[in-house]
Every structure is written in C-alpha cells, then in structure tokens.
C-alpha cells in the first residue's frame, strides 16, 4: 500500500482506533476515522467503566495474542491509571464427563508455563478468596484462578487512543457527516467513497470496516455474524463497601455466561454481565440499510446507554451475584443496560477482505472476547 494513500476507517471503538494508530505509526500520512460520534462512542461496544484483560483461552493462537496483550498493559507506564490488576476465576458445574473449558484452557495455559492453581470445590475457593460469601457454581464446582489478570478503565483507554490519534495526525468526521449509511463503488465493485447519512461523500483509496455491531447493516455479512445485546448491570455500593469488596476477584461462570468486575472506586458501584445468547434486534423502517431481517442497534447514538433491559436478562444478572455475593442479590440496581456484541459461530474475529469488493478489509467480530 501507498503510504500517501487514503485510508478512511469506519469505526471509533478499540479496532478502529487501534488500526488508526498503527497505521499512522507506520507512516500512512492521511488517515480518516468516520462515526456516528466523536469516540468514546457512548453506545459503543468499546465503552464503559470496565473490560476483563485476561489471556486465559482455550485456543493456544487467542491465548498467545492476549498474553501478549495482557504484559503490554501490565507493564507499560502509561496503562498506570486505566489497568487494574485483579485476579481471574474461571469455574462452573461440571454434571457430565465431557472435557470441560477449563480442562483445555489450563492445559494451554500449561503448555505455555503460565501459572495458574485448581481450586478443588467451593470451600477451596472461598478460603482462597474469602470475601465470596455464596454457594458459588453448583453443582459439582470445578474452577481454577489466576493471578495474572485484571480490567481496564474502557472508556478511558477509548479516550486515550482517541488522543494518541490526534497527536499522530489522524482527522475524524462524526455526527451525520460522519454516519455511514452506504458505498459508491465503481463497475469493478472497488467502493471510490462512503456515503453518509448527512448527504457527504468520503472519498478514500482503502477503507477499514470496523462498526462492530452496526458493520451487518453496511455491508452482507452472509451468516457469519450475528449482533447481540448482552446485559449489564451495576450495583451502587457506599464508600465502605468499596472498600470492603476491593479484593473480590473477577469472578465467571462458563456455564452461565454470568461474571463480575471489582468494585469501581469512581462510580461506586460493582458491575456484572451475562455473556450468553444475547437478543436480538429488529431494526425500524428507514434503519434497514441491506434487509430489513438483520440484527443490528440503533442507528442513531444516544447520549448514554439507556436504562433498560428485558426482565428476564436482569433475571439472570440478580442470579449470578446471589451466587457469589447474596447479601447483595436483592438491592435495586443503579442501572441496567445492554452491550452490543458482534457474534461469530465458532466466535472468532474477522480479520479479511470482504468478498464484495475490493478495498474494503473487515476487522471486528470481537464476540465479547
């Protein structure tokens, strides 16, 4: 590629952002990030109080890219105020004999040397980790921990790579000039520009698609992503109780999806999610840009994430936290909310060209990894 080529990006979250970075870093002099909102997106999938760093995976190629990743944010200075150091408990309830997540995830993670210790049952994990005060996952508890883990400020990391590309000499378009809604290509199916929803034209000579979940409403994705809400809630806590669960650990139940982030100190509260099936949308009339049957959110960003979610997700939420932390269970939530994510069937990323056309490289299809 010609470094004095025109890389227009579509996408202000983590891939787009980082994408933005490197390319300016190996000297791309003109590149352009295009959103509906100037990031941190704040209905972006990128955005919020917390993300999981871990780099226990079943899947050794995963596993190296984020143990790499996860060193990087441990040791790097400038991660100092967005990584928070916390240890990482994988467990669930093993009923059948098959080899379990966490049979192949330590046995990568044993491959590779990399630490981590069994917890036998519940009672092993609570002496481990005293503040647990539930009956944790049943029955037959199987679980291991590592130390070597922890979570990042999100939105403030989107902020920081957002200012990293400035400094670079990366522009940015947002608002309706910057919300893409299509593509002019030429006879040969190679896109000349993006159209956008404020009736401008974006002319680029490589372009990046990295919407996450708004990507299947740009362009065919033929059955190999599905956009999903997943459902997040956080609990208000009082300066004592911060204090007094700072030491709980990131807490996740592969059988549930259910897991938990330690209490954060600036908001007060303690998070949790449910990474499952999600739900799925159907968009409006206008919204629909390829079909009209296709999963996708909003089109048009809200200030904030609204405050909902369906009663059976906040179900499953209040059920989750009953298994580690009863006492807490029944307290009304701050706020519940939804993610969206971009699901893959074997829930991999996409990282490739489009078949469609020519000069369009898809990168996303996080799946809530």
């Not at 933005?20 to 870093?25: D, E, K």
């Not at 093993?94 to 330590?106: A, N």
């Not at 034209?201 to 059955?223: E, K």
């Not at 809400?229 to 806590?237: C, D, E, K, R, S």
Request: proline letters at 6%; a negative charge; one cysteine or more.
């Amino acid at each position: 590629m010609d470094k004095d080529s025109k890389v227009v990006i579509i996408g202000a979250g983590v891939f787009g952002l980082s994408t933005a970075v490197q390319l300016a870093i190996e000297g791309f002099k003109n590149v352009v990030v295009v959103d509906r909102h100037m990031p941190p997106v704040p209905d972006g999938s990128s955005c919020d109080i917390s993300r999981v760093i871990r780099f226990d995976y079943a899947d050794e190629d995963y596993l190296n890219v984020s143990h790499e990743a996860y060193l990087k944010w441990s040791k790097d200075p400038k991660f100092k105020d967005i990584f928070h150091p916390s240890s990482y408990i994988l467990t669930g309830s093993m009923t059948g004999g098959d080899e379990s997540w966490i049979d192949r995830t330590t046995r990568q993670l044993s491959n590779k040397g990399l630490a981590w210790t069994k917890l036998d049952d519940a009672a092993t994990a609570k002496r481990a980790f005293p503040i647990l005060s539930g009956k944790l996952a049943e029955p037959g508890f199987k679980g291991y921990y590592n130390d070597a883990a922890g979570w990042a400020d999100a939105t403030k990391a989107i902020i920081q790579l957002r200012d990293e590309c400035l400094e670079l000499g990366v522009s940015f378009i947002s608002g309706p000039a910057g919300t893409v809604v299509g593509f002019d290509t030429d006879s040969a199916n190679k896109i000349r520009s993006v159209q956008t929803l404020g009736s401008m034209s974006i002319q680029g000579d490589h372009f990046v698609l990295a919407a996450g979940a708004w990507s299947s409403n740009l362009v065919p994705m033929y059955n190999s992503t599905l956009a999903t809400a997943q459902v997040i809630a956080y609990t208000p806590l009082s300066d004592t109780e911060v204090q007094r669960y700072k030491k709980l650990p990131i807490y996740a139940n592969f059988n549930t999806g259910w897991f938990n982030f330690p209490p954060h100190a600036d908001t007060k509260t303690l998070k949790m999610a449910v990474h499952g099936w999600g739900y799925t949308r159907t968009p409006s009339e206008g919204e629909a840009l390829i079909e009209a049957n296709i999963s996708t959110p909003r089109v048009y960003p809200s200030r904030e994430r609204p405050n909902f979610c369906p009663s059976e997700g906040e179900e499953r939420l209040r059920n989750g936290l009953r298994e580690i932390l009863p006492e807490l269970a029944d307290r009304p939530f701050e706020k519940v909310t939804m993610c969206w994510y971009t699901d893959t069937p074997s829930g991999d990323f996409i990282m490739d060209y489009h078949p469609d056309y020519q000069n369009l490289f898809v990168g996303g299809a996080g799946s809530g990894q």
